[in-house]
């Protein structure tokens, strides 16, 4: 099975802080990808990346940015947190063209 | 933006009643997915039809796409109470990016 798993379930963080969340794939996907999801809004691209140090700016990739240094594993840095980014991420990697699977999702709160 | 728009954004059943929910969309698509997500947990995949496929089935789910209507519907037959959820549609586009519709929530009553 394929497994996706992201590095806190719920995370506190206060504004100003610098924020990491960590995704891992154990499929060799090349791509990988970082949603949010919020009441009323869906779940929305922020970044996607195809390749190894490889990024792309998804719909809404205004205060955060990316990390893809190993296949396998792809970060979403809030480089400083802001109360209007509380919200549930969730990652997700994928095959190009197949199925994106994705993590359990962390629930982000800034205060 | 959001491409897929899910109808209805509710729906209400008991058990054993079939489920259909609907998803339009705007422009052209590699796949459309669908997934389900339980309350504050992750997306679980569901079914991938692809934009030459019309049809496909899995166990209770069966997944039509109209790419002339540009719409998809998901039928979920015989419900039980373990399908509430809320039901996801999702535009495949280049480098497989997902565009989601807001979602349908279902709730199979017992």
């Known amino acids: 099975d394929v497994k996706v798993t992201q590095s806190s379930r719920y995370l506190v963080k206060r504004t100003g802080e610098k924020v990491f969340l960590e995704c891992v794939q154990d499929?060799?996907?090349?791509?990988m990808f970082w949603y949010r999801q919020d009441p009323g809004l869906g779940l929305r691209l922020i970044y996607f990346?195809?390749?190894?140090?490889?990024?792309e700016k998804g719909d809404i990739p205004e205060g955060y940015s990316v990390s893809r240094e190993k296949k396998e594993r792809f970060s979403l840095i809030l480089e400083s947190a802001s109360t209007n980014q509380t919200s549930m991420y969730l990652c997700?990697?994928?095959?190009?063209?197949?199925?994106?699977?994705f993590g359990p999702g962390t629930r982000l709160t800034v205060l | 933006s959001q491409q897929g728009e899910e109808d209805p954004q509710a729906l209400s059943i008991q058990e054993g009643e079939n489920a259909t929910m609907n998803c339009s969309y705007k422009t052209s698509i590699n796949n459309l997915q669908w997934y389900r997500q339980n309350s504050g947990r992750g997306l679980v995949h569901l079914i991938l039809?692809?934009?030459?496929?019309r049809e496909k089935h899995s166990g209770r789910l069966r997944v039509t796409l109209d790419t002339s209507k540009k719409s998809s519907s998901l039928l979920i037959t015989a419900s039980r109470a373990a399908d509430t959820a809320s039901y996801f549609c999702?535009?495949?586009?280049?480098?497989?990016?997902?565009?989601f519709g807001a979602g349908t929530r279902l709730a199979v009553h017992p």
């Open positions: 990346s195809y390749d190894v140090k490889m990024k």
């Open positions: 997700a990697s994928s095959s190009p063209r197949d199925t994106q699977y």
């Open positions: 499929m060799d996907h090349e791509n």
């Open positions: 999702a535009i495949g586009g280049g480098y497989n990016k997902l565009i």
């Open positions: 039809i692809r934009s030459n496929e």
